[in-house]
């Protein structure tokens, strides 16, 4: 299961918090360039644990603990991309401030690489993160995906990679 808390906003701060239950977390376009969801993946309710980087999902409207994700093919208008994926420390639970941190840590400097700018807050597109809860991370979760996104809440078609937003 995957708890988020929170809202999408423009403060990088204020994040999705998500935990994937044993093992994963979660939480304009350049319309040239499109990412690429096998069919088999392309639905309204994809394990989280399928969540791949370059995943477009629809997932605005995701909040509470869930077990699967929207997602949708790139070329599709869509809510957020998943830009990267990386793990925290192994260890006991750090709490969850702790794992907002960690995610923040591993997000922000990718967001960068993944934009083709610096984030900034209030300024062009945001980023979020799904991450392990105290109860996934028991079963071993520590993965962290990031998700870039439009803070205006207007949809996008295309990869936001190289977007420069």
């Known amino acids: 299961m995957t708890r988020l ?3 999408r906003s423009t403060a990088a701060g204020v994040v999705l918090l ?4 044993l093992g994963f977390t979660l939480v304009g376009c350049s319309p040239a360039k499109t990412a690429s969801v096998p069919s088999s993946k392309a639905t309204t309710g994809a394990d989280v644990f399928s969540v791949t980087v370059g995943d477009c999902l629809n997932d605005s409207s995701v909040s509470g603990q869930i077990s699967s994700v929207p997602l949708v093919q790139c070329s599709a208008p869509h809510d957020s991309e998943a830009y990267f994926s990386g793990k925290l420390a192994d260890g006991d639970f750090p709490g969850e401030t702790a794992v907002k941190k960690g995610a923040e ?8 690489d993944f934009i083709g700018v610096p984030y900034q807050k209030g300024k062009g597109y ?5 991450t392990p809860t105290a109860d996934s991370w028991k079963a071993g979760d520590r993965q962290v995906m990031c998700v870039a996104f439009n803070p205006s809440g207007a949809q996008v078609t295309g990869t936001l990679r190289g977007a420069k937003g």
């Open 18 to 21: 998500g935990v994937l239950a």
């Open 126 to 130: 945001d980023y979020t993160y799904y």
């Open 5 to 7: 808390t929170g809202k």
């Open 105 to 112: 840590a591993l997000c922000g400097p990718a967001f960068t």
